[in-house]
């Protein structure tokens, strides 16, 4: 008998997508399990399934790609670990966000997912904007982030950034420069912004997610600090 948890039932995204989706989460993923949970997504009718593992054998990686699976995400969590007794200054054009949702903004929200395995698959990218827009709409209005906050300059909206606070952290969901901004180090004020809210709201440890081929986050959050905390693949079955 396979040792493969249960399909979890994805309530949300099979409403929003308009398919039956569920998710398995398995440490490792060798050949037989990928072939039991082909056959458990169609014996139990999904029509799309997320595989969350650490790793996965060449056969197995394979066989999910024999029956149109992806490799949809190579998810990097960076970290950071923030000495509360000294949070830092930051800039004056950083400020906390409580307006409507407004084209610019709503722009860089879709900038800050261009990597998203959302966007990266064909059968779930048709719906990638509204995705994006109910994030941050839901962000400003703080059920999906504590604070939103914005780098405005000449009544322009240039960057912005949403933090959450965890149980014992705070996370970084959204995060964007606009391009004809960026080489201004506005990223880097946007990160401070971030480093000291979590300072002064009693947090010690900052975390960032981002996608491993995003080759641009990457290397600005280890130029700004940030350490890789965990790896994770993610693929769209």
Known sequence: MNSLPAIEYLDWDSRFFN?????????QINVKDADFIIAKKQKEGYSLIY?????????????????????????VTYQKNLNVAQPKETDKNIQPYNGHLSDELLQLALLSGHSSRFKKDP??????DELYQNWIQ???DRSLADITA????????????????????TQIGLIAVAPKAQGNNIGAKLLAFAEKWTQVNGYKQLKVVTQEDNLQA?????????????????YHL
């Open 19 to 27: 398919q039956k989706i569920g998710k398995i989460t398995q440490a």
């Open 150 to 169: 914005v780098y405005k300059q000449n009544d322009e909206i240039q960057g912005f950034i949403t933090i959450k606070k965890q149980n014992d952290y």
């Open 138 to 140: 839901k962000s400003i």
């Open 218 to 234: 990457c290397r600005f959050y280890s130029k700004t600090g940030f350490i890789p905390e965990t790896t994770e693949l993610i």
């Open 51 to 75: 595989i969350s593992t650490k790793s996965i054998t060449h056969e197995a990686h394979k066989l999910i790609e024999e029956h149109q699976g992806i490799l949809a995400d190579h998810k």
């Open 123 to 128: 059968r779930l990218n048709q719906k990638f």
